[in-house]
């Protein structure tokens, strides 16, 4: 029994005290509503460009659409003139 009491009294100065835990618990608390805001602000972000991105998209196919189906240009030809013959 000595023993015993012996080891928890070496043990309780390193104990947590009720103090210790409610500092430990405001820090968490804080934390987690610093990393809600970073989470909330990102995910709109990330919303807004999807939603940018698919409106350009959509911009796209309809005003090729409003054009209609057309050929592709024709292909460019560069012409060279002919080189002058060479004297022997």
């Known amino acids: 029994m000595e023993s015993r009491l012996a080891t ?12 210790d835990v409610e500092a430990v618990r405001a ?3 804080k934390v987690s509503s610093e990393m809600k805001g970073w989470f ?3 995910a709109v972000l990330v919303l807004v460009g999807l ?3 698919a409106n ?3 911009g796209t196919v309809r ?18 003139p002919a080189a002058p013959a060479l004297r022997p």
Not at 8 to 19: V, W
Request: glycine share 4%.
């Open 56 to 58: 350009i998209m959509v």
């Open 8 to 19: 928890l009294e070496g043990i309780t100065p390193t104990l947590a005290t009720k103090s």
């Open 40 to 42: 909330i602000a990102t």
């Open 63 to 80: 005003s090729h659409s409003e054009r209609g189906v057309s050929s592709p240009p024709p292909p460019i030809v560069i012409q060279v």
């Open 51 to 53: 939603f940018t991105i």
């Open 27 to 29: 820090d968490l608390h």
